[in-house]
C-alpha cells in the first residue's frame, strides 16, 4: 500500500506491463517492461557459447530439493542439459569446463516490485542489482518510452540491467502528455472503454495492468477480466479502495501486493479513495492486536489458494531497521523524493507494529498455502530482494520456501515461468553461484562467486 518504491534487473527479453492506477475514482495505467543491460567495462563474459558448470550442488526450487555433484551444460544462452556425475555423459570438445565443486547454483534472482522511473543513477542501481545476484526485476510504475528505449539498447548489447513493471507518480511518468492520458498510464471512469484502453496499453508493449486504488468492486472484475481476454497479467494492491483484498481476489487478479493493506479485510466499513484512507484510516487501525488468525482472514486465504492468487507482502517497505537505513543513503543524496506527499499523510503511522503486523499476517497466508513472491517496492536508492527473502525467513518461511518467492514464484507472478525463475532444461541461463549453501542460512545467498545473465558472467563486482 504505502511502501517505497524502487527498482530494475537484468533480463535479455523485454517484458512490459501495464498497470491501473486511480485518483478520485478514476484510474491510471502504466505498465512493465523487461530489460537487459550489458556494461563490457565491468563485466567477464564466457569465452564460447558452450560451457559446463561441473561439481556443483544445485538448489531445484521447482522440486525444493538440492542435487549435489551435478553439471550443467549451457548453450547460447540456455539450459541445455542437467546430469549427475554418474551419468558418465562426456563433454564435447571445445565446451569450456568450469570446476564448481564445494560451491552452490541458484536461479538468477528476481525482485517482483521496484520502481525505476524517477533515480538519477538508475545504471548503477541496475548494475549493483546484476552483481548482487538479481537477474529480472519487476517494476511497477515509470515512462514506456523511457523502457522502450532501455530495451533497444539491451538487444543492442549496450547495457545490463533487469525487467520492470510501473507504479507511477503520473507526472513524473507521462512527459509529453498531461497526466492520465499518456497509452501506458490512462485517467479512466465507469464509461471507459476498458477494452481500447487496454489494447492501446497492449500496443504499447505491456504484459500486466496493475490496479492501484480507487477502484470499485464491478470494475475492478471489468478489468480484470479484460486483461486476461487480451492475455495480461493483472496485479492489484490488496486493498485498492474501495474494493478490499477479498474484491482483488474475486476478480481473479493474479498478484496482490502489501500485507499492510490486508487489515482492511476485517473492518465493517473502509474509505472509498487511497488518501482519505492515509489520513482518516490507517492510522487508526489496531496493528499490534489484530489477529491474524481470524475467520475474515482464514476466509481470504483459502480463496486466495483457490484462484491461486499470489500475494507479495513486500516486508521490506515497513521494516524499521531498514527504513532508516535507506533514509540515511537518502539523506546524502539529491534524489529526488516523488512520494514524499504520502509520507507526510503517514507520519502519525505506527511503523513497529505495522512491520509486526505485515510479518504475522504474511506467515499466516503462508501458513494456509497462499504462495508468496518477493518484492521491495523501492524508488529512492537502491535496495535488495535479499533482504526481503531474509525478512520471509524471519516470519517463519523455510529457506527453501523464501528462496522460491525470489525466483520461480516471481517468475510465475510475471508470467516468465517457462522461461525463468528455475535452473531447468530449456530455460534461459540465469543463475548464482554461491560459496555457501543458502538452505543452511538464508544469509549465504549473499556470498556470491559469479552471476549468470543469459550466460553471461558477471564477476568482480559483487556486493
Not at 55 to 79: A, H, M
Not at 347 to 363: C, F, G, H, Q, S
Request: hydrophobic share 40%; with cysteine.
Amino acid at each position: 500500500m504505502f511502501g517505497y518504491n524502487e527498482l530494475a534487473y537484468i533480463n535479455k527479453y523485454i517484458n512490459m506491463n501495464s498497470l491501473i492506477k486511480m485518483h478520485n475514482f478514476k484510474y491510471l495505467a502504466s505498465f512493465i517492461v523487461g530489460l537487459s543491460f550489458f556494461l563490457s567495462c565491468t563485466s567477464q563474459k564466457q569465452t564460447s557459447n558452450s560451457f559446463a558448470i561441473t561439481g556443483i550442488t544445485l538448489i531445484d526450487v521447482e522440486q525444493s530439493k538440492s542435487r549435489n555433484n551435478v553439471t550443467i551444460l549451457v548453450e547460447n544462452g540456455k539450459i541445455k542439459s542437467i546430469f549427475s556425475r554418474n551419468d558418465n555423459i562426456i563433454i564435447d570438445d571445445g565446451v569450456e569446463v568450469l570446476d564448481m565443486t564445494g560451491h552452490y547454483a541458484i536461479p538468477g534472482l528476481i525482485d517482483a516490485h521496484v520502481h525505476l522511473h524517477r533515480p538519477k543513477n538508475r545504471n548503477e542501481i541496475l548494475e549493483n542489482l546484476l552483481y548482487s545476484g538479481v537477474t529480472s526485476v519487476r517494476d511497477m510504475a515509470g515512462d514506456a518510452r523511457v523502457y522502450q528505449e532501455l530495451n533497444n539498447l539491451i538487444n543492442q548489447g549496450e547495457l545490463i540491467g533487469p525487467k520492470f513493471l510501473v507504479d507511477p507518480r503520473t507526472k513524473f511518468i507521462s512527459a509529453g502528455f498531461k497526466p492520465g492520458q499518456a497509452p501506458w498510464s490512462r485517467v479512466i471512469t465507469d464509461t471507459t472503454n476498458l477494452k481500447q484502453v487496454i489494447t492501446d496499453a497492449k500496443q504499447m508493449g505491456v504484459t500486466g495492468i496493475k490496479v492501484y486504488s480507487n477502484i470499485a468492486p464491478q470494475l475492478l472484475i471489468a478489468i480484470s477480466e479484460e486483461s486476461h481476454l487480451q492475455g495480461l497479467k493483472v496485479w492489484s494492491h490488496s486493498t485498492i479502495f474501495p474494493s478490499r483484498p477479498r474484491d482483488a481476489v474475486k476478480a481473479k487478479v493474479d498478484v496482490i501486493s502489501h500485507s499492510i493493506g490486508i487489515i482492511t479485510e476485517s473492518a465493517q466499513t473502509i474509505p472509498d479513495n487511497f488518501n482519505d484512507a492515509i489520513k482518516n484510516f490507517m492510522p487508526f487501525q489496531n496493528f499490534a492486536e489484530e489477529n491474524a488468525y481470524s475467520e475474515e482472514f482464514l476466509s481470504l486465504f483459502e480463496n486466495m489458494k483457490a484462484n491461486n492468487t499470489l500475494f507479495e507482502p513486500t516486508l521490506s517497505a515497513w521494516n524499521p531497521s531498514l527504513r532508516q537505513q535507506i533514509n540515511n543513503s537518502i539523506a546524502k543524496t539529491e534524489i529526488v523524493n516523488p512520494t514524499a506527499h504520502l509520507e507526510k499523510a503517514t507520519k502519525n503511522l505506527d511503523v513497529e507494529a505495522m512491520n509486526e503486523w505485515a510479518m504475522r499476517i504474511t506467515y499466516a497466508a503462508y501458513e494456509n498455502g497462499v504462495l508468496i513472491v518477493a518484492g521491495t517496492d523501492l524508488t529512492k536508492s537502491i535496495k535488495y530482494v535479499q533482504d526481503e527473502i531474509k525478512f520471509l525467513t524471519e516470519c517463519g518461511l523455510s529457506n527453501m520456501d523464501a528462496l522460491k518467492a525470489g525466483t520461480i514464484n516471481n517468475a510465475k507472478a510475471i508470467g516468465i515461468e517457462k522461461t525463468h525463475g528455475s535452473i531447468s532444461v530449456g530455460k534461459q541461463a540465469d543463475l548464482v553461484i554461491l560459496s555457501e549453501n543458502p538452505l543452511e542460512d538464508i544469509e549465504n545467498i549473499r556470498k556470491v562467486i559469479s552471476v549468470y545473465k543469459n550466460g553471461k558472467s558477471y564477476t568482480g563486482n559483487n556486493n
